[in-house]
């Protein structure tokens, strides 16, 4: 209309149509079309005016040759648009009456549906390809309460919020995935320590208390059939696995899957998490390249990986960072056993380089080492190729590795398709859905997890990509939907395990660029050595240089004030806290191989404050006791 | 005695055993019981109970979800002499329904736990939703809770 408006406003000296084309305007009705149409008239004025007054000779001839191709010109222009809205306005009109015409077509066939969907797998059985048939429209209902988009960890967790608080709730998860939703941490930790052979199809791990469990986070009588969730009578979660939304219609509340069919909801939560990414130079590379790389984040990866590293002789992980070094370690530590070279390569200079100190980087790239990994830091890849049979990776600076297979870890890339047909908003700095404290992104649509770009109140607009992150962001979620109205507040943490001496809990914000402060607990000269070596918790064959240097040393400094550092390589990073700061107050904490104090460390940044002296907060830790 | 160096921007202090003995001077906000913020425990400030926390596990939530509400809603609220006396009925519907899943809710404890895992959930009742889940047969434990596999 302002367009119009003002388009008008220039051409009103030259039109007596004036009045009457600018009332047909202010009528809207087909706006594009009228603002066309109403334009046509003031350039056949302009023609007629200019041909009329000026009169005589040449002069006039260029100009109404001018004059006549703009006319034709503008004319084409309108042609064209006025006959392709006609043809979009068909299609549309067509496109609304087949989806009004199409639930009237779904034939209703649940009870054969049923017995499958409600019995899939019993938890030892096979866990992949459900045994349903090809996607039939009728396995899909029309509408859901509450519409969880993903399966993963925190639309369960959702899930269950939800149903805790609203008593008969009726949830629906849909999921690309064929797989129930199922916890990630596992994949590159438990499931690969696991001595049972038939790990790749039961999917089950011990846990730190001995007990063992899927990770399922339940077995398939947990959800009831997506046909039975508007009857059944307490309610419950219905997941629909190997189905995509591809489309979001935030108006009418509805979404369309892959196939077509459309659900409409009246709470709508976005998980839909993210895809690993690749490294352009792979993308770039030939098939046979393309082939022998896994980008690791599924049970499919897992069990592809798995298979591989008992059949190839050498596997190179491109990344330093969680996902990357756990691996390394993993497949580290089965490499002896299984003849497989491990080789590790990432740009940074040590292992988890953005995440942890320098100093510590450097201590846990020795511990991965020990696993049997062969790291290469400082490595960009400039290209690969695949040669005799083999995988050649040429590094930037000259360096080449020769390899069989190659697992990029090079980062997640948050998925946010939905966002232009929802017109949602994505955040620019951190990928993802932008959402406020409370995780919503509109009235009826929330988004928690990997996909979630959040305002936490404590720390900031953030993005996290950690398990338990996804766990209280989408318990929050849950909430938020069921009514709470409650912003992120609960710090969620997270933890990784590299070998049998480097296990770390963290939380906050925890970034290496950031100035920290690290306590750790040292040995004494008083210690035994198989005290200190308990003390400090690290394992038995670091420690003998240590010792032997600890006597000597502890003297003058327990004598004097005045630091004398030990020689650096001969430090010990065992146990501790370390603290990183912003404006001198603590926004994330690690505690390195001390467990059991996350409670603590939450309680600090909550807080909040700034500590003149973070030694005394390091007390609160009480570091030296297991 | 401690020592402590500095890599750039990183500072790094070594501490003994008896440098970290004297207690701690550093000053901690008081928290707000009521706070709305907060994640509570199994019972919330005024009384009720959170049936979102992580401790109950999916007891709340999975199939049988609804009779365990009620069952535990009842226990929670007997003011009888002995507690829970007259929630018999719904222990013994939620039971039935549990054994409807086997996988679920493990046979063999059912018969303990149902009654005594009311029982025994009221007392534990956590504050920090950091906890152990209580003794719920549930077959998945607080994994999917904030609780991490890699920590008891």
């Known amino acids: 209309m302002f367009t119009c408006k003002a388009v008008w406003n220039k051409l009103a000296p030259l039109a007596p149509l004036a009045r009457a084309s600018s009332t047909l305007c202010r009528q809207g009705g087909k706006r594009a079309a009228v603002f066309r149409h109403e334009r046509r008239p003031p350039l056949v004025q302009q023609a007629h005016m200019s041909s009329g007054p000026t009169g005589g000779g040449g002069e006039n001839a260029i100009y109404l040759v001018l004059v006549g191709a703009a006319c034709l010109g503008g004319g084409v222009y309108v042609y064209r648009t006025v006959s392709g809205d006609k043809a979009r306005y068909e299609e549309r009109v067509t496109q609304i009456s087949s989806r009004l015409g199409s639930p009237a077509a779904q034939p209703d066939a649940p009870v054969k549906t049923q017995p499958e969907a409600a019995a899939s797998e019993p938890a030892p059985a096979s866990t992949a390809a459900p045994v349903e048939p090809t996607p039939a429209v009728s396995e899909v209902p029309a509408h859901a309460p509450y519409l969880l988009i993903g399966g993963g960890t925190a639309s369960f967790a959702a899930a269950r919020s939800i149903r805790a608080r609203d008593p008969g709730a009726r949830v629906l998860i849909v999921t690309d995935e064929a797989d129930l939703p199922y916890m990630r941490p596992p994949l590159s930790k438990e499931l690969w320590f696991s001595d049972d052979p038939a790990v790749t199809e039961t999917l089950r791990f011990k846990q730190w208390n001995g007990k063992e469990r899927s990770i399922y986070f339940q077995p398939s009588s947990f959800y009831v059939s997506p046909m039975e969730l508007e009857s059944v009578e307490n309610g419950g979660v219905a997941v629909l696995t190997g189905k995509k939304v591809v489309h979001m219609d935030v108006r009418g509340n509805k979404v369309k899957l892959s196939d077509g069919a459309e659900i409409s909801y009246d709470k709508c939560l976005i998980a839909t998490g993210g895809i690993p990414r690749n490294l352009q130079v792979i993308e770039r590379a030939s098939e046979e390249v393309a082939k022998r790389t896994t980008l690791f984040r599924k049970i499919e990866d897992f069990k592809a990986l798995e298979k591989v590293s008992h059949e190839l002789k050498s596997i190179t992980i491109i990344g330093g960072g969680f996902l990357g070094s756990e691996l390394a370690c993993a497949l580290g530590r089965r490499s002896a056993d299984l003849g497989l070279e491990v080789v590790q390569m990432f740009p940074e200079r040590g292992n988890m380089g953005k995440v942890l100190p320098e100093y510590l980087s450097n201590w846990t790239t020795e511990k991965v080492k020990k696993e049997g990994v062969k790291v290469l830091a400082e490595a960009v890849v400039k290209n690969v190729s695949y040669k005799d049979g083999q995988l050649e990776i040429k590094l930037k600076d000259g360096r080449a590795v020769k390899t069989d297979h190659i697992v990029a870890a090079v980062g997640l890339e948050p998925s946010v398709e939905l966002a232009k047909s929802a017109g949602l908003e994505i955040d620019s700095d951190f990928g993802g859905f932008r959402v406020n404290a409370e995780l919503q992104a509109r009235s009826n649509i929330w988004v928690a997890g990997d996909a979630a770009c959040f305002y936490d109140i404590k720390l900031g607009r953030r993005r996290v990509e950690h398990h338990d992150h996804a766990v209280v962001s989408g318990r929050l979620a849950g909430e938020n939907m069921t009514g709470a109205r409650k912003p992120y507040w609960h710090q969620s943490m997270f933890w990784s395990d590299l070998g049998p001496d480097v296990g770390y809990e963290a939380i906050g914000i925890v970034d290496s660029s950031l100035p920290t402060v690290g306590v750790f607990a040292k040995a004494t000269a008083k210690d035994t050595p198989r005290a200190a070596t308990e003390q400090s918790g690290t394992g038995i064959r670091s420690e003998s240089e240590t010792e032997a240097v600890a006597g000597p040393i502890a003297g003058p400094i327990a004598v004097g004030t005045a630091p004398a550092p030990p020689p650096q390589q001969k430090e010990d990073y065992g146990k501790g806290v370390i603290f990183y700061l912003r404006d001198k107050v603590v926004v994330g904490i690690v505690l390195w191989n001390v467990f059991n104090r996350m409670p603590i460390a939450r309680k600090i940044i909550k807080d909040g404050e700034e500590h003149a002296d973070l030694n005394e907060v390091a007390k609160l830790f009480n570091i030296h006791e297991d | ?152």
């Not at chain 2, 003994?16 to 919330?44: C, F, M, Q, R, W």
């Open chain 2, 1 to 152: 005695m401690s020592y402590c160096k500095q890599e750039g921007k990183d500072r790094i202090i070594f501490v003994t055993k008896e440098d970290h003995e004297a207690p701690s001077n550093a000053e901690l906000v008081e928290d707000d019981p009521n706070d709305p913020y907060e994640d509570h425990g199994l019972i919330l400030p005024n009384g009720d109970i959170n049936w979102n926390c992580p401790c109950l596990g999916g007891m709340a939530s999975g199939p049988c979800g609804q009779q365990f509400k009620d069952a535990f809603s009842c226990f929670h609220y007997s003011k009888e002499e002995v507690k829970g006396s007259e929630c018999v009925d719904y222990f013994r519907s939620m039971q039935e329904c549990m054994q409807k899943y086997p996988e679920l809710y493990p046979q063999e404890d059912d018969s303990e736990s149902a009654p005594s895992g009311g029982a025994e959930a009221a007392p534990a009742d956590s504050t920090s939703t950091d906890s152990a889940s209580v003794s719920v047969p549930a077959s998945e434990e607080a994994a999917a809770g904030t609780e991490s596999p890699a920590t008891s």
